[in-house]
């Protein structure tokens, strides 16, 4: 197995506190593996049993000895270390101390795990969900260095309650029953840095999210997007007044965003108005601050209505890749179907200044999982100081 290579940055000045590193990662759960999505021919068995995933995940993640580390596609059984191992039956009674949350905890972190219930009946699900209703809990984690920090709250955001919902699809039915059908979300933090001074400004505000994937919702993408900020928002300003003038704490968020830093119509469903060439929806509204209905991937361009809503980043500005474009990885899943960059760690660049990036993958013509590599995608990572 390949580990990591090291970060590369700059040493701290002794008078200021040391940055920070963080890596997000969707370590591609078992319920997701199948032979149509890993074709038997293009991928090992061995490759792709989580027994086998699983120890090599950990012994990643704990290589890199990052401060915040943000997960998506966790499994419940990971998580809580139940049954002999995801999907693979066992004594669900008997927690497993070498499962990948006991062992990431053991070693020193604590985290939040998200996992939306099922919508309630009526509500039309999403595609992905209406096909995956028997699959075990699945979502995004977010652990963080118990040395580094002292955690004030956890938070779960359940995309499809955004409390600005109704702002967000502009009351259009087929925009709101598209976002009410979806599972997808994230989880927060609001954390004090145990190595700067003491009050509001050693507080930060951390994510973990997976936007739905399905390259044919575009426009779905930009609403939990814009749910998530929105959120992320009110939970961060709970922390610094609650009122909506009150100043927003450093953000920084890590996630499977399933967007592409410039799009490409092999990625566009038939008919759909054209972004080739373009940012993707989601990934332009992170990276410009707001999105309007002129971009193809708006709701109003995809489905019509909600031709009056602008979508913005809540109170930031802009955010930043920590890769940044042009500068992006040339991919951050590469399998037999798909290869391209849909994993990032966007900073609120007016609080954080990048001083260094994981390394990218090597390139190469095998497809993920591997021996070298125990997921299909591959970690991003960054070292951030506070400006």
Same mark, same amino acid.
């Given at each position: 197995?390949?580990?990591?290579? &090291?970060?590369?940055?700059?040493?701290?000045? !002794?008078?200021?506190? +040391? +940055?920070?590193?963080?890596?997000?990662? @969707?370590?591609?759960?078992?319920?997701?593996?199948?032979?149509?999505?890993?074709? $038997?021919?293009?991928?090992?068995?061995?490759?792709?049993?989580?027994?086998?995933?699983? +120890?090599?995940?950990?012994?990643?993640?704990?290589?890199?000895?990052?401060?915040?580390?943000?997960?998506?596609?966790?499994?419940?059984?990971?998580?809580?270390?139940?049954?002999?191992?995801?999907? *693979?039956?066992?004594?669900?009674?008997? $927690?497993? !101390?070498?499962?990948?949350?006991?062992?990431?905890?053991?070693?020193?972190?604590?985290?939040?795990?998200?996992?939306? #219930?099922?919508?309630?009946?009526?509500?039309?699900?999403?595609?992905?969900?209406?096909?995956?209703? /028997?699959?075990?809990?699945?979502?995004?984690?977010?652990?963080?260095?118990?040395?580094?920090?002292?955690?004030?709250?956890?938070?779960?955001?359940?995309?499809?309650?955004?409390?600005?919902?109704?702002?967000?699809?502009? *009351?259009?039915?087929?925009?709101?029953?598209?976002?009410?059908?979806?599972?997808? *979300?994230?989880?927060?933090? %609001?954390?004090?840095?145990?190595?700067?001074?003491?009050?509001?400004?050693?507080?930060? &505000?951390?994510?973990? #999210?997976?936007?739905?994937?399905?390259?044919?919702?575009?426009?779905?993408?930009?609403?939990? #997007?814009?749910?998530?900020?929105?959120?992320?928002?009110?939970?961060?300003?709970?922390?610094?007044? *609650?009122?909506?003038?009150?100043?927003? +704490?450093?953000?920084?968020? /890590?996630?499977?965003? @399933?967007? &592409? $830093?410039?799009?490409?119509?092999? @990625?566009?469903?038939?008919?759909?108005?054209?972004?080739? =060439?373009? $940012?993707?929806?989601?990934?332009?509204?992170?990276?410009?601050?707001?999105?309007?209905? =002129?971009?193809?991937?708006?709701?109003?361009?995809?489905?019509?209505?909600?031709?009056?809503?602008?979508?913005?980043?809540?109170?930031?500005?802009?955010?930043?890749?920590?890769?940044?474009?042009?500068?992006?990885?040339?991919?951050?899943?590469?399998?037999?179907?798909?290869?391209?960059?849909?994993?990032? %760690?966007?900073?609120?660049?007016?609080?954080?200044?990048?001083?260094?990036?994981?390394?990218?993958?090597?390139?190469?013509?095998?497809?993920?999982?591997?021996?070298?590599?125990?997921?299909?995608?591959?970690?991003? =990572?960054? %070292?951030?100081?506070?400006?």
């Amino acid at each position: 197995m390949l580990l990591p290579s &090291l970060f590369f940055f700059p040493l701290s000045s !002794p008078s200021r506190p +040391p +940055p920070q590193t963080v890596v997000t990662y @969707n370590i591609l759960c078992d319920a997701y593996v199948s032979d149509r999505s890993f074709p $038997p021919e293009s991928n090992a068995a061995a490759d792709l049993a989580w027994s086998g995933r699983e +120890p090599r995940l950990i012994a990643e993640i704990l290589a890199m000895d990052v401060d915040l580390v943000c997960l998506q596609e966790v499994q419940r059984e990971a998580w809580l270390g139940l049954g002999g191992e995801c999907g *693979g039956g066992g004594d669900a009674a008997t $927690p497993r !101390p070498d499962a990948l949350g006991p062992a990431l905890r053991a070693a020193g972190y604590e985290g939040g795990w998200f996992w939306d #219930t099922p919508p309630p009946p009526g509500v039309p699900r999403s595609t992905l969900k209406a096909r995956r209703d /028997g699959t075990p809990p699945v979502g995004p984690a977010l652990l963080v260095k118990s040395s580094r920090f002292t955690v004030h709250r956890f938070a779960a955001i359940a995309f499809r309650d955004a409390r600005a919902a109704a702002d967000l699809t502009g *009351g259009h039915a087929g925009t709101t029953a598209l976002l009410a059908g979806c599972r997808d *979300g994230a989880v927060a933090a %609001v954390l004090e840095d145990k190595r700067r001074p003491g009050g509001s400004a050693a507080l930060i &505000l951390a994510a973990s #999210t997976h936007i739905h994937w399905d390259y044919r919702t575009p426009d779905l993408k930009v609403l939990q #997007t814009a749910a998530l900020l929105d959120e992320l928002a009110r939970f961060g300003r709970g922390t610094t007044g *609650g009122a909506a003038s009150a100043p927003l +704490p450093p953000l920084i968020i /890590g996630g499977d965003f @399933n967007s &592409l $830093p410039l799009d490409r119509a092999s @990625n566009e469903a038939p008919g759909a108005p054209s972004c080739a =060439g373009q $940012p993707s929806g989601a990934y332009a509204l992170l990276s410009s601050g707001a999105l309007g209905p =002129g971009h193809p991937h708006h709701p109003a361009r995809q489905r019509g209505g909600t031709s009056g809503v602008t979508y913005t980043t809540a109170g930031w500005d802009a955010l930043t890749s920590v890769r940044g474009h042009p500068a992006e990885p040339a991919y951050t899943t590469r399998t037999t179907q798909f290869e391209g960059t849909l994993d990032y %760690v966007f900073v609120s660049p007016g609080d954080w200044r990048v001083v260094g990036v994981l390394e990218d993958p090597p390139p190469g013509d095998a497809p993920a999982p591997s021996q070298a590599w125990p997921s299909d995608h591959f970690a991003v =990572g960054a %070292v951030v100081e506070r400006r």
